[in-house]
Nanobody, 115 residues
Framework: QVQFVESGGGLVQPGGSLRLSCAASGFILSNYGIGWYRQAPGKERELVAWINNIGNLRNVADSVKGRFTISRDNAKNTVYLQTNSLKLEDTAVYYC????????WGPGTQVTVSS
């Protein structure tokens, strides 16, 4: 089964940083592009960053451009999201999943940005 477990979230002040990790299992990670998504309370889940299977192509949503960076280490079955210069509006539960051929959602990791 395709599974994802996110970690690394926490409570940070505006301007702070967190490094989120996505541990993937149940498939060959190097065969799939991966996306990071987030969902704030009362809002739709949105895609914030994605990376192709090899890792040579990546992009982020306009809302986090210049602040977030997605990366992957296929040998560790892990995808990362470096979140810098965090803003209040970045507060959400962050999830990872295959960009295509999506599996079940993992538990997510809570990022709370508060002053």
């Amino acid at each position: 089964q395709v599974q994802f477990v996110e970690s690394g979230g926490g409570l940070v002040q505006p301007g702070g940083s967190l490094r989120l990790s996505c541990a993937a299992s149940g498939f060959i990670l190097s065969n799939y592009g991966i996306g990071w998504y987030r969902q704030a309370p009362g809002k739709e889940r949105e895609l914030v960053a994605w990376i192709n299977n090899i890792g040579n192509l990546r992009n982020v949503a306009d809302s986090v451009k210049g602040r977030f960076t997605i990366s992957r280490d296929n040998a560790k079955n892990t995808v990362y999201l470096q979140t810098n210069s965090l803003k209040l509006e970045d507060t959400a539960v962050y999830y990872c999943n295959r960009y295509n051929f999506m599996g079940a959602w993992g538990p997510g990791t809570q990022v709370t940005v508060s002053s």
